[in-house]
């Protein structure tokens, strides 16, 4: 069972909220095989993306072109992962102003985004809110 299933089996219930420098960041609530990821601020999350990437902040096309490489590169682990949790029947939705930004495993119905991840595990269901987002 990959480390991602058993972390996600783990979580049967509860909620915990993630703050760095005294800033909330992610809001997290585990129930019944599901969780839910509320991203609080957008700043910490590019920035965590950035630090996990070993990338530095680009501005311009340079930074575009980087973003869409890095992005690619991640795609792969990123569909793994989604497909674990489906087989293992769990679902994970990414949520910013209240909006579902991104689901994964289980749930998750894509329509044109198969086509992108080449998985039917991971549903962009707001791109615009996932630019917003950095990711």
Request: proline share 2%; charged share 25%.
């Amino acid at each position: 069972m990959p480390i991602t299933t058993i972390l996600a089996e783990m979580l049967k219930s509860g909620k915990v909220t993630v703050s760095t420098n005294n800033t909330k960041a992610l809001k997290i609530e585990a129930f019944d095989k599901k969780i839910d990821i509320e991203a609080l601020n957008k700043e910490i999350i590019k920035d965590t993306l950035v630090v996990a990437q070993g990338t530095e902040k680009n501005k311009g096309l340079t930074g575009v072109f980087g973003q869409l490489g890095s992005a690619r590169s991640n795609i792969g682990l990123l569909k793994e992962v989604a497909e674990d949790l489906a087989k293992s029947g769990i679902t994970v939705t990414l949520t910013y102003k209240d909006s579902v930004v991104v689901t994964l495993g289980s749930d998750a119905s894509p329509k044109l985004s198969s086509i992108i991840t080449g998985t039917k595990a991971i549903e962009i269901n707001s791109p615009r809110k996932l630019v917003e987002l950095g990711l």
